[in-house]
């Protein structure tokens, strides 16, 4: 199918956009003097503009508080979830922190920190449209986000629901509010948003499809940002900073093992 693009346009194809062997990342880091991070924000509450059109959402704090205590400014790289990996591999940005989930595919590719938060991929349906199982999706309009795990799990394990799917997060919850779809596979996160504005009828989580923990994607062969991402993530989550604007933005705290 060309619009199965979860893998084959956004993660395995994203390998030959690779350039040649690129100067150690935390190198080029330090001598630039600055961070460039890819954020998607059209995905909220992860990444968003606020009333005043200024970034704002979970993974933004993450990485301006990653850039404060590296002291450095930093630079946000706008991406979408189809072109986190293209991004990254050709070098636009040093790092991804974009509500990037780990999976199989994506580590044949990349590398990630030690994760930082984590997020489920649901079916969320109309509080009163009965769904027991995937059957009960078959010949429904599923939307989705294009490239995300959402929409991965969802083709494979939805079959027969007719795959709408839109390019970010925001697309997708103006179609969830204006009647577009019967149904979505997203993030909770995703849903409660759409609820705040208000659709046709409230959604509720009806399947999870699974659960993931979500890291800061980099590229392959650089240990030594590997290593200074993984004490930063570790130190974050053992103070409590990391689950603070997790609360903020989720409203619930980290699962107890990630506290650890």
């Known amino acids: 199918m060309k619009r199965r693009t979860f893998l084959a346009g956004g993660v395995a194809a994203a390998a030959t956009l690779a ?10 880091i330090r001598s630039r003097k600055k961070l460039l991070v890819a954020l998607d924000l059209g995905s909220p509450p992860f990444g968003m503009t606020d ?5 704002t959402g979970s993974d933004v704090e993450t990485a301006r508080r990653l850039a404060a205590e590296w002291e450095l400014p930093l630079e ?5 979830s189809p072109n986190r990996v293209p991004f990254l591999l050709t070098g636009k940005a040093d790092m991804v922190i974009a509500s990037f989930s780990v999976n199989e595919e994506r580590q044949k590719v990349i590398d990630f920190s ?4 984590v997020i489920q991929a649901v079916i969320a349906g ?3 449209r009965e769904v027991k199982d995937y059957a009960a999706v078959v010949g429904k309009r599923l939307g989705t986000t294009r490239g995300s795990t ?7 394990r939805a079959q027969g629901a007719q795959m709408v799917r839109y390019d970010d997060d925001a697309t997708l919850i103006t179609a969830m509010v204006s009647g577009q779809v019967d149904m979505v596979a997203t993030s909770p996160q995703v849903m409660n948003t759409a609820n ?9 989580t009806k399947i999870v499809m699974r659960t993931f923990p979500y890291a800061i994607g980099i590229r392959k062969g650089e240990p030594k940002l590997q290593t200074a991402l993984n004490e930063w993530v570790r130190k974050n989550l053992r103070n409590g900073e990391l689950n603070a604007i ?6 619930s705290d980290l699962p107890p093992e990630m506290l650890a």
């Open 246 to 251: 997790y609360k903020k933005y989720h409203g």
């Open 76 to 80: 946000i790289v706008q991406v979408t």
């Open 150 to 156: 959402n929409d991965k799990e969802a083709t494979a």
């Open 196 to 204: 705040a504005r208000k659709p046709p009828a409230p959604f509720e």
């Open 51 to 55: 009333a005043a059109m200024q970034p």
């Open 19 to 28: 350039m040649p062997a690129l100067a150690d990342t935390l190198d080029t």
């Open 114 to 117: 030690d994760p930082y938060g």
């Open 126 to 128: 109309p509080k009163d």
